[in-house]
């Protein structure tokens, strides 16, 4: 049974990549002097600010503080686990990831090999049912039918579509027995009161549903002869959470390095439609109203979403239950807009009507986010009588209240205010409130590069800079500090003789040897005190251990003083003030 991954293995790993390589398969970087640059995968931004150090296998962004090694990178990235990035670091070098033999770790790893295996199954399943597009006995009836939704040979083949036989087991049969339970826990088949099982999904055109990281996860199907609902997703299971999930994310992502946009339908089709006219950045919210966990996940990969429904009362209704799951995530960079289609249209049928430029067109047009709000909230109140407007006020406040980013928040709250005629008072609030903002920002921008770390915290922050530097004075040793009583004193030793120890260690493998340490944080947070501060490196480690040798050497006079004036001293405390006054005259 698997048990942890051994820590040498992880620091191996981060070692033997390049997190160059890695970051610029993900997000495209230039080079820039001895880094490489982009405009930051994590927060929306038209000039780059997003640095990579090969040197130090680091990233950071100058504008949102965004900071790690090649692991940090993974797991902020494509939003995995610790393990997880590991694991995918290692099949990147071709290694396997060995596991300790201690049982503590082994319920984990054990669900992490059934996972493997479940993915394996969803794989297979995918593979059977678009097979029977070539071999089922049914095949010319089904092709005609994909044929008359105008999807083409190519698109049906991208989307990985397929068909469901229509048996009771034509998937079931497709295994063998000691597959029968993973297919029940998978929801592919089902059992009833008898416990007669039976295949969930029959007679229908198949959609494979994939993961960020572009595994098959659930099916989508839709129902040929209109036997059933129209459309029958897989029922949740481990693998599967659907307000996590949105049909096409992983192909959008991988078709558009730089995703401008975003557009939410309703189903499949409309993905798949939109895809064959060249509009690759469609998704569709698996059987769910767009959740907020949607919105989430689509702001880290976009700066605007823009949601698409039907243009009657239900589809206005929906569109407002998104703006109202939406207003959380909203932070001031990003815009939400509706776009809603004339009754009867979806997606699908306007597309290929229209064409992709009229539709892009359409798009182009859709309703900002805040003009929805608001028309929809004045066709609820009148803003005729004062008790109408409260009313309005009463509503739409704390729904703007919800809004994640600053800026955006004033400026609606700026209109609500109009609208009910209270802008003068509003103003000078707002007004207010901007002063300070300007005022805070201006600190968080130059702020950083104002404050001075104190001495024994710059020595760390030039260790992480150049670990290097503590196998280079022979003199300079913090342990010989070691009776300060400064806060952190200890950690610096130990972390200069990790230094010393290992000069070869760059600041990505630190960040990993100290990922778990209780200072790891501490360290972590210091690389935000960006390297450009550091003028001479070595100049300042050795400036801020005199700083901190002349601050033991008051500390150990004056104890000496004290001793001295009450009980006198020893010899060997005379000899040693006599040490210290001469070191103290050298410096
Ligand atoms: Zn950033």
Known sequence: MAGKIPREFIEDIVARSDIVDVIDSRVRLKKAGRNYQACCPFHNEKTPSFSVSPEKQFYYCFGCGAKGNVITFLMEHDRLEFVEAVEELASLQGLRVPRESSSSYSEPAQNKQQLTAAYGIMQQAANFFSSQLKTHKNRDAVVAYLKGRGLSGEIVKYWGIGYAPDAWDGLMKHFDNSSTN??????????????????????????????????????????IDDNGPKYLNSPETNLFKKSNELYGLYQARKENRQLDRLLVVEGYMDVVALSQFGISYAVAALGTATTNEHIQIMFKATSEVICCYDGDKAGRTAAWRALENALSSLRDGVVMRFLFLPDGEDPDTMVRKEGKENFEKRLDEALPLSQFFFNTMLERHSIASIESKAALKAEAQPLIANIKGENQRQMMMAELSKLCGEADAFKIESDKKKARNVTAQKENKFGKEKVKLSPLRHMIRLLMEDPSIASKFDKIQPRNLQSLEIPGLAFLVEFHDYCYQHPQTTTALLLEVYRDHPYGGHIFKLLEHPSDMIKDIEQEYVDCFKALLKQYLNQRLSELEVIESSTGLTDAQQQELQLLMSKKGAM
Do not use: C, T
Not at 185 to 208: A, C, G, Q, T, V
């Open 182 to 223: 993973q297919l029940l826990s998978l929801k592919l088949i089902n059992e009833n009161e008898n416990k007669r099982r039976y295949d969930f999904f029959r007679h229908r055109i198949m959609f494979p549903i994939l993961d960020r990281r572009g595994r098959v996860i659930a099916f989508g199907g839709r129902s």
